[in-house]
C-alpha cells in the first residue's frame, strides 16, 4: 500500500492539537508535524478543566494550530489523504469544535472524513511510535480512563477491565489538589513522590489480591483526604499515594497478563502497551516493565509527549481506519461516550469535570 498522509485535529479535552502524521500500518509511522497547546494556564485557577473555557479555547486557536501544523510538515492541504478528527469520548464542546472544523475542511478540499475514538488514539499510538503489531494487551491509564483491553485489531477490542469508580489520572489530580499542589496533579505528584519515602503513611490498595481485572481508586482518594488533615509531608503523602496506585495497576495488570495468554495463545512474544497520560510516569513505567519481564511479556510504553493528549494519535487511528478502506459522514455526531469495545461500557469514570 502507498504511504497515507493524514491531518489529525485533537480538541476533546484542555489539549488543543494539531499534526500530520505519514505512513502505512502497522508502522512505525513518521509524524511530519505534532502541535500541542496545552491550556493548562487557562484551567489553573480553577483547579480542573472548565468545559466551556476549553471549547473556547479550542476554537481560538485551533485553525492557527492547523496552518502551523502544515507548515511544520511542509506539506499542503492539497496533499494530505484524508481529515481526521477526535469525535469522541470526551468534552462534548471541545468534540464539536475540532470535529466541526475537520468537516469544513474535508468538504472545501474534497477529502474524506474520518471520525476517530479518542482512545483508539492512546490505544494504537504504540503502533505509529513502534510498529506493536496485533494483537497486544493495552493498559490505558488517563484523565479519564482505567482500562486493560486485548486489542486484535485497529477497530477490534476485548475489554478485560475497567474502573469502578474514579480513574487513575483523576486519583492523581485529586491527590495534587488535595495536597494543596497545583494543577496539573499528575505530573506535580510524581515530582514530589521522587524525594518522599513511600513507606511513610499506609493508604489502602482496593481490590489488591481480588480475582478479576477491575480497578478501584476512591478508597485510596479517601484515605488520602484523611491523611491531609493531619500534619503530613507532602513528599511523603505523594510517594505513598504513587506506589499505593502502582500496586493496585500491578495487580490487576498481572491478571491480564495471564488471561492474555489464555486467549492468544498462538502470539508467540506477547506484549503488553501502556498507553494514555499516567503513561508518562516514570515511576509506573519501571514497574510495569519489571511486570511484564517477569510475564515473559515485551513491553512498549510510547515516549511522554505521545502518552499524553496529542494529535498524532489521533491522524495515526485516523490512518489505519482509512486504511481498512473505512470512511466517515459529513453528518457524523460528536459523542460524549463512546465505548471501545462492543459490550458498552466506555470505562469513563463520568467525574472529571469542573474541579474534579
Ligand atoms: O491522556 P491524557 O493526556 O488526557 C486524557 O485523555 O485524560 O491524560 C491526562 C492525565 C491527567 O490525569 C494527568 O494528571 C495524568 O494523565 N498524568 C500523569 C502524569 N502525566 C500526566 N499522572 C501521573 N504521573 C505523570 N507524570
Ligand atoms: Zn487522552
Not at 515485551?298 to 478502506?325: H, Q, S
Amino acid at each position: 500500500m502507498n504511504s497515507l498522509t493524514i491531518l489529525g485535529l485533537e480538541t476533546s479535552c484542555d489539549e488543543t492539537a494539531a499534526a500530520v502524521v505519514r505512513g502505512t500500518p502497522p508502522g512505525p509511522g513518521v509524524i511530519l508535524s505534532s502541535i500541542v497547546f496545552s491550556q493548562t494556564e487557562a484551567h489553573a485557577p480553577y483547579g480542573g478543566v472548565v468545559p466551556e473555557i476549553a471549547s473556547r479555547a479550542h476554537l481560538e486557536i485551533l485553525d492557527g494550530l492547523i496552518e502551523r501544523a502544515l507548515d511544520d510538515a511542509n506539506v499542503s492541504l492539497h496533499a494530505v489523504d484524508a481529515i481526521a478528527a477526535t469525535a469522541g469520548p470526551g468534552l462534548i464542546g471541545g468534540v464539536m469544535v475540532g470535529l466541526t472544523t475537520a468537516k469544513a475542511l474535508a468538504l472545501c478540499m474534497g477529502k474524506p472524513l474520518i471520525a476517530v475514538n479518542h482512545l483508539a488514539g492512546h490505544a494504537l499510538t504504540a503502533r505509529m511510535t513502534d510498529g506493536v503489531g496485533f494483537p497486544f494487551l493495552l493498559l490505558l491509564v488517563s484523565g479519564g480512563h482505567c482500562q486493560l483491553l486485548a486489542v486484535a485489531g485497529p477497530e477490534d477490542y476485548r475489554l478485560y477491565g475497567t474502573t469502578m469508580d474514579d480513574a487513575v489520572g483523576e486519583a492523581f489530580d485529586k491527590t495534587a489538589k488535595i495536597l494543596g499542589l497545583p494543577y496539573p496533579g499528575g505530573p506535580n505528584v510524581e515530582i514530589h513522590a521522587a524525594r518522599g519515602n513511600s513507606r511513610a503513611y499506609p493508604l489502602p490498595r482496593p481490590l489488591l489480591g481480588r480475582p478479576g481485572m477491575d480497578f478501584s481508586f476512591s478508597g485510596l482518594k479517601t484515605a488520602v483526604r484523611q491523611l491531609a488533615q493531619t500534619q503530613v509531608n507532602v513528599d511523603d503523602a505523594c510517594a505513598s499515594f504513587q506506589a499505593a496506585a502502582i500496586d493496585i495497576l500491578k495487580d490487576r495488570t498481572a491478571h491480564a497478563l495471564t488471561r492474555f495468554r489464555q486467549d492468544f495463545p498462538q502470539a508467540p512474544h506477547p506484549m503488553l502497551v501502556v498507553a494514555g497520560g499516567v503513561a508518562a510516569n516514570a515511576a509506573i513505567g519501571a514497574a510495569l516493565r519489571q511486570l511484564a519481564e517477569s510475564h515473559d511479556f515485551d513491553i512498549r510504553v510510547p515516549p511522554p509527549k505521545y502518552c499524553t493528549d496529542n494529535a498524532a494519535m489521533i491522524a495515526w487511528a485516523g490512518l489505519e481506519r482509512f486504511a481498512l478502506g473505512k470512511r466517515d459522514p459529513l453528518d457524523f455526531s460528536p459523542r460524549a461516550r463512546w465505548p471501545l469495545d462492543a459490550s458498552g461500557d466506555d470505562g469513563h469514570s463520568g467525574k472529571r469535570q469542573q474541579g474534579a
